[in-house]
């Protein structure tokens, strides 16, 4: 059972919007920012976005992200096949000692 | 180019112990946190362990922590992560991760290729 909740799965047509939302706590999402990390079938997750809303250089203004209170939500604008991947969102958890945490992951589906 | 590459994954019986390694290149590795990040066959990502950029803080997951000791060589540009007593739900391809900055509490903007320890009989 993850610390952060996703949904396991989610889908789209080509061109649409999608979006995954990300559910976590007031020692985690409530308090510290919200990444967003992208993993293609067979490879090293990538950074997507970083501190709640922005976009690395080479990330496409297709993806976006948000924050209010303990949620967050990754959006997904113009679905193309190459978005086909899993997706997973993270947080720095002010709890104990401190630790990081991380979604369950949602699995998106191109149709 | 900057570049992670990990290694020293096996196949290890459950109770052995294993030293994962991480070497970096193409950033200044001293100036930066390191993570380390697993993932089990077919599941989500699971954060291991972090180490400040001098090596002074560390942190690790309640799953791992008093079995798994996370280290770095500044000289040598490279991350360790020493595994003892190890269990078959230690089974995961482990990737080692750079931080956006020395602490650790940022983005991991840089991943390896992983390196895949099993823990079997």
């Known amino acids: 059972q993850s610390v952060l909740t996703q949904p396991p799965s989610a889908s789209g047509t080509p061109g649409q919007r999608v979006t995954i939302s990300c559910s976590g706590s007031s020692s985690n999402i409530g308090s510290n920012y919200v990444y967003w990390y992208q993993q293609l079938p067979g490879t090293a997750p990538k950074l997507l976005i970083y501190?709640?809303?922005q976009r690395p250089s080479g990330v496409p203004d297709r993806f976006s992200g948000s924050k209010s209170g303990t949620s967050a939500s990754l959006a997904i604008s113009g679905l193309r096949s190459e978005d086909e991947a899993d997706y997973y969102c993270a947080a720095w958890d002010d709890s104990l000692s401190g630790f990081w945490v991380f979604g369950g992951g949602t699995k998106l589906t191109v149709l | 180019e900057v570049q992670l590459v990990e290694s020293g994954g096996v196949v290890v019986q459950p109770g052995g112990s294993l030293r994962l390694s991480c070497a970096a290149s193409?950033?200044?590795?001293?100036?930066?946190?390191m993570h380390w990040v697993r993932q089990a066959p077919g599941k989500g990502l699971e954060w291991v362990s972090l180490i400040s950029w001098d090596g002074g803080s560390t942190y690790y997951a309640d799953s791992v922590k008093g079995r798994f000791t996370i280290s770095r060589d500044n000289s040598k540009n490279s991350l360790y992560l020493q595994m003892n007593s190890l269990r078959a739900e230690d089974t995961a391809l482990y990737y080692c991760?750079?931080?956006?900055?020395?602490?650790?509490?940022?983005?991991?903007?840089?991943w390896g290729q992983g390196t895949m320890v099993t823990v079997s009989s």
């Open positions: 991760a750079k931080d956006f900055d020395s602490r650790g509490d940022d983005a991991f903007d840089i």
């Open positions: 193409g950033f200044t590795f001293d100036d930066y946190a």
């Open positions: 501190r709640n809303n």
